[in-house]
């Protein structure tokens, strides 16, 4: 238990639907960030948010919108994906966002896009 | 942006000390170093963080030189359970330098 939970851990969906995954942290912490990990590949970084605002947009295409309503939820929607979209989305949060590197992961949300 | 280079994988058997050195030859002064476990579709999970000498906590130690371009991770009597991807991950004082590389993967045999 990190802390930090993802929901759903696992979601198949159709290139047309739309859906979101949702992340709850509970360790009083002002950022939050979403990883990408796709099949041995590297963690991607993909947003970043700081005490509600986004501070990084790492080139993520507009199908994938992220939502951060306080400090404690943190959502990714997503419409319209493609089959290539389909890896293991990570959340974390850390004290701030100028943090020296310590993160606390979620254990994940599974996406598969037929 | 400091960039970190690792083995891609190592083997080791039950009982055996690992070692898993990183480099990271353009270390700002300011960056700390941190290392992470990753266990198959699990998020990572941090182990530990140092600046320069020798950190040591319940679970694994972290050895960095003087000029701090490389660390070593030190398991000390892995068992089964420590088969896992091993991050080292090099930032600080930026969301923007928390860049994962490949990791190392690491197998312990019985």
């Known amino acids: 238990e990190t802390g930090v939970t993802q929901t759903p851990r696992h979601l198949v969906m159709g290139m047309t639907n739309k859906k979101s995954l949702k992340c709850e942290q509970h360790l009083g912490h002002n950022a939050m960030y979403w990883y990408k990990q796709s099949a041995k590949k590297p963690l991607e970084l993909m947003f970043v948010y700081s005490l509600e605002e986004r501070v990084e947009n790492n080139s993520v295409p507009s199908r994938f919108s992220p939502e951060c309503p306080n400090s404690s939820h943190l959502f990714l929607h997503l419409h319209t994906l493609q089959p290539e979209d389909s890896a293991l989305y990570l959340c974390?949060?850390?004290?701030?966002?100028?943090?020296?590197?310590?993160?606390?992961f979620g254990e994940g949300s599974r996406l598969t896009v037929l | 942006l400091a960039k970190t280079t690792q083995p891609i994988s190592m083997d080791s058997y039950e009982g055996q000390e690992v070692n898993i050195t990183c480099s990271h030859n353009?270390?700002?002064?300011?960056?700390?170093i941190t290392w992470y476990q990753q266990f198959p579709s699990q998020g990572p999970r941090f182990i530990i963080q140092?600046?320069?000498t020798k950190v040591t906590n319940e679970v694994a130690s972290l050895f960095i030189p003087a000029d701090r371009k490389s660390s070593t991770l030190s398991l000390p009597r892995v068992s089964l359970s420590d088969t896992a991807v091993y991050y080292c991950?090099?930032?600080?004082?930026?969301?923007?330098?928390?860049?994962f590389g490949a990791g190392t993967r690491l197998a312990v045999h019985p």
């Open positions: 991950l090099v930032g600080g004082g930026g969301y923007n330098k928390l860049i």
């Open positions: 353009n270390i700002a002064t300011n960056d700390y």
């Open positions: 140092g600046y320069k």
């Open positions: 974390a949060s850390s004290q701030d966002h100028e943090n020296t590197g310590e993160l606390f």
